[in-house]
Nanobody, 124 residues
Framework: QVQLVESGGGLVQAGNSLRVSCVASGRTFSTYGVAWFRQAPGKEREFVAA????????NYADSVKGRFTISRDNAKNTVVLQMNSLKPEDTAIYYC?????????????????WGQGTQVTVSS
């Protein structure tokens, strides 16, 4: 079993940066693919970014490419999403998700562990 806890959300002005973290329990986390999804009010949950178990491979949604960076530190069981040049449309609850099969794609059904989410609000 793996438990995921997100932190680092908050209120930030457009154009600024924010860093959200996901800390996992469980000794096998280093073998899991991990992703960030987000859900804005009244909208479907959408994929943001994902990383392979080693961090060597990553995927990004087109809407965040060049602005967001996902990285992981397996020694600390932590995955970080660095968000730069934030826009009001980035406002959402951000969720960390992990795949015990090691997948790191954009399909939410791939992931069998989810955190509770952290709110990110970007003001204009």
């Amino acid at each position: 079993q793996v438990q995921l806890v997100e932190s680092g959300g908050g209120l930030v002005q457009a154009g600024n940066s924010l860093r959200v973290s996901c800390v996992a329990s469980g000794r096998t986390f280093s073998t899991y693919g991990v992703a960030w999804f987000r859900q804005a009010p009244g909208k479907e949950r959408e994929f943001v970014a994902a990383t392979s178990w080693s961090g060597a491979s990553t995927n990004y949604a087109d809407s965040v490419k060049g602005r967001f960076t996902i990285s992981r530190d397996n020694a600390k069981n932590t995955v970080v999403l660095q968000m730069n040049s934030l826009k009001p449309e980035d406002t959402a609850i951000y969720y960390c998700a992990a795949s015990s099969e090691g997948f790191y794609n954009d399909y939410a059904g791939t992931y069998n562990y989810w955190g509770q989410g952290t709110q990110v609000t970007v003001s204009s």
